[in-house]
């Protein structure tokens, strides 16, 4: 675009004031919906163990089996009270009086219990609690009565699936607040680091926090129509995401804009051609994220499936704020946006920058980074990928197999605690059964296979009312047990107590035998329960792992050859962000085995880092090698790596660190697998940006030369020359004719 030498070329009124006014009010139109929503989203949010099961696997069926047993939907909560010494008659009778409080606080449940240990150091009671009710608010009244009304000196507990639920409800309060104000904080210390200016970070923040509040009515619309499954961990990284993504789209944008300001005083004119300049990096990053992140919706984890759309609106909403928002803000504030620091009109005879004489000479980080790449280009690109590699090795150390359940949460925890104990003085499955559904004929037979297999404590057929058949007779006083079992549609309902921890590799061996051998009975037997649900929800995110990322790189593959308009530079970007994700795992299970001292890591943990890091890997590259193409066209290949790489490896960096440190405040709630996502984020962001995207991928270009484009016509022989500049040579014939 010309103008005049003071850029003084008149911009419309519409153009100037109007749109731009509009947009932004549009925007607080959006923010004064969305913010007061964020607030809501616990209404549609879930965190109980259904938002988190495989959808087609056996203990889900087995879930909806159990559910044509129950007049409602329940979920036990496990009481423990445990002393140091053996229970005396008047303890027990203590005890035994608090049946009656726990069934009045849950409006009449029939409560099991008291159940005394075989040691009679402690004693425990099953209550049903209805999931439709505040699970958290349950266990605080009972965790509150239990604590007043038992005998003195003992200590309480209330565990079990009900106990565990309501403490990762409390670990996740967090999200709503602690994690934005963290995440937020730190990028702005970070933009007013990179832009020495006060007024930039706000409206590049405003940015970010303007496309959070219309991802957050986006995703609550859409949970409120039963369209997707929010949990508190979809929920955690939507912000976590939308406020990385954003800040990055702008200080892309941001650049650009900066970069035309050297070129014109219209503020307006500068908005327009940055906006040229970076709506298709911007969109092509977007697309390559939103897509990778839908690819989730192949899962058959339902915690996958709500991540993808959820993740995805967000990154929807961050592209659309960085393009029509912040350019509407930059074109009404124009300089005074970097004040005091304002970028000046440039003479056209300095707008160029040197493209290949005197680089080595030049001052300054990247141009020392263009100097050894074109000095040295296969050194580089060879010793970054030895590095990589030997840093991929520490992969195989990964114990991504999942995580006994009391090990998620990584604060005090009374259900924790209250596991332990039942552990020491109760079958270790105690409240927490392996549940069978079996065919009523084959029922008793079903039940004696059961109770011969290694592993099993004991076994019962459960009658209407959720009551045990035992067997056994009644205590002088008491109701007589039942002795029919519910039947449903043919189906009967078997517990089995597990001599093992519910959430313990050896619990879930035994649910792998008793199938097997329970099919042998009964061919449509279904074992579920906690332990099958956990054994599940593993074996299929190992299959999801291996199912969608071939469907990643493939869609990434396609939009970076769209991009760039070519086969071999994508193939080799994708394959580089490949390698850095295996040395982001390898150095993450070092660090999570030797200096966290974390017992495993979550099964869905490598599918979301992959999923992240490739994504976001790529965008990095896609601002890199689109910046490249463009100088390219004008300067041909190896002067236009060096001018790509000069021009964009500040903001690129800038973006890198800005995106490391918002995935980093995830790791202030305290739930393992939130901990472990951040730093495998943050680590291979920070290893992408650093290595990857700024030797690497320059290098090994540059070692190429033209052919990177093959097949377009970029990378044909005899064609790769400068179109245009005042600097114009003709292309280096080799590596070593880099820059002299």
């Not at 099961?53 to 047993?69: C, S, V, Y």
């Not at 759309?309 to 592209?319: H, Q």
């Not at 790529?618 to 090698?625: G, R, S």
């Amino acid at each position: 675009m010309k103008t005049t030498p003071h850029g003084s070329a008149r911009v419309p009124f519409w153009l100037r004031w109007l749109i731009p006014v509009l947009l932004v009010i549009t925007w607080l139109a959006i923010a004064g919906i969305g913010g007061p929503t964020f607030g809501r989203l616990s209404e549609v949010s879930s965190n109980d163990q259904a938002s988190f099961l495989p959808a087609g696997a056996e203990a889900t069926a087995a879930q909806d089996w159990q559910a044509k047993f129950r007049d409602s939907n329940e979920i036990p909560a496990v009481i423990v009270i445990e002393s140091d010494s053996a229970f005396t008659p008047a303890q027990l009778g203590e005890a035994a009086a608090l049946k009656g409080k726990f069934e009045a606080l849950q409006a009449g449940s029939t409560v099991i219990g008291p159940i005394p240990s075989e040691d009679a150091k402690a004693v425990q009671f099953v209550v049903p609690i209805d999931s439709s009710s505040e699970v958290k608010d349950v266990v605080k009244e009972l965790r509150d009565e239990v604590q007043a009304s038992a005998p003195a000196g003992m200590r309480t507990f209330v565990t079990g699936p009900a106990g565990l639920t309501a403490d990762l409800v409390s670990a996740f309060a967090g999200i709503d607040g602690i994690l934005l104000l963290v995440a937020l904080g730190a990028v702005f210390v970070i933009l007013l680091i990179v832009y020495r200016s006060l007024l930039l970070p706000i409206a590049v923040l405003f940015t970010s926090v303007f496309a959070l509040c219309a991802a957050i009515l986006l995703v609550f619309g859409m949970a409120k129509l039963g369209w997707i499954q929010l949990n508190g961990q979809s929920q955690g990284i939507l912000s976590i995401l939308v406020i990385g993504a954003a800040t990055d789209y702008a200080l892309l944008y941001v650049a650009r804009f900066r970069e035309a300001l050297t070129h014109t005083t219209n503020r307006t004119t500068a908005a327009l051609t940055a906006w040229k300049a970076a709506w298709e990096p911007i969109l092509a990053s977007g697309a390559t994220v939103i897509i990778a992140l839908l690819c989730l919706l192949f899962s058959d984890l339902n915690s996958n499936k709500a991540l993808g759309p959820v993740a995805a609106a967000g990154i929807l909403c961050s592209l659309f704020a960085a393009l029509t928002l912040l350019p509407a803000l930059m074109a009404l504030l124009g300089r005074a946006a970097f004040w005091p620091f304002r970028p000046k009109l440039l003479p056209e005879t300095e707008r160029e920058p040197e493209l290949v004489t005197g680089l080595e000479g030049q001052k300054g980080l990247w141009h020392a980074t263009g100097s050894l790449v074109s000095r040295r280009p296969r050194i580089v690109w060879v010793t970054s990928v030895l590095l990589l590699l030997v840093a991929s090795a520490g992969v195989l150390q990964l114990k991504a197999n999942g995580v006994p359940q009391t090990a998620v949460i990584l604060t005090a925890s009374n259900a924790v605690d209250g596991q332990e104990s039942l552990a020491r003085h109760f079958d270790a499955g105690s409240g927490s059964p392996a549940v069978i559904v079996a065919d009523q004929a084959k029922a008793q037979e079903v039940l004696e296979k059961t109770r011969a297999t290694a592993g099993v404590g004991d076994a019962y057929l459960m009658a209407d009312g959720g009551a045990p058949i035992t067997g056994a007779p009644a205590a002088p006083g008491a109701p007589a047990p039942p002795t029919e079992p519910a039947v449903r549609d043919g189906r009967v309902l078997i517990n089995a107590t597990l001599n093992f921890a519910a959430d313990s590799n050896e619990a879930e061996g035994v649910v792998v035998v008793l199938r097997q051998d329970l099919k042998q009975i009964d061919s449509g037997a279904l074992v579920g329960g906690v332990t099958a649900t956990a054994l599940d929800t593993n074996t299929t995110a190992q299959r999801d792992l291996v199912t969608i990322i071939p469907v990643v790189l493939a869609v990434i593959l396609v939009i970076l050859m769209l991009l760039l308009r070519s086969v071999l530079a994508p193939v080799l970007l994708v394959a580089s962000v490949v390698l850095s994700y295996g040395a982001a795992m390898g150095v993450s299970a070092f660090v999570f085995n030797n200096i966290f001292g974390f017992p495993g890591a979550d099964a869905t943990v490598p599918l979301f880092g992959f999923v992240f890091l490739v994504a976001l890997g790529v965008d990095y590259n896609i601002f890199l090698m689109s910046r490249v193409r463009e100088e390219s066209l004008k300067h041909g290949t190896r002067a236009g790596i060096l001018r790509g790489l000069v021009v964009t490896g500040g903001v690129i960096t800038s973006a890198g660190v800005v995106l490391a440190a918002t995935f980093a405040a995830l790791g202030v709630i305290p739930i393992m697998f939130l901990v472990q996502l951040a730093f495998i984020v943050a680590f291979g962001v920070l290893l992408d940006t650093v290595l990857v995207r700024s030797l690497l991928v320059p290098a090994l270009a540059y070692d190429i030369g033209p052919r990177i484009w093959w097949p377009g016509k970029l990378g044909r022989v005899g064609t790769n020359t400068p179109a245009r500049g005042r600097h114009a040579a003709t292309e280096p014939e080799s590596a070593e004719a880099g820059i002299r």
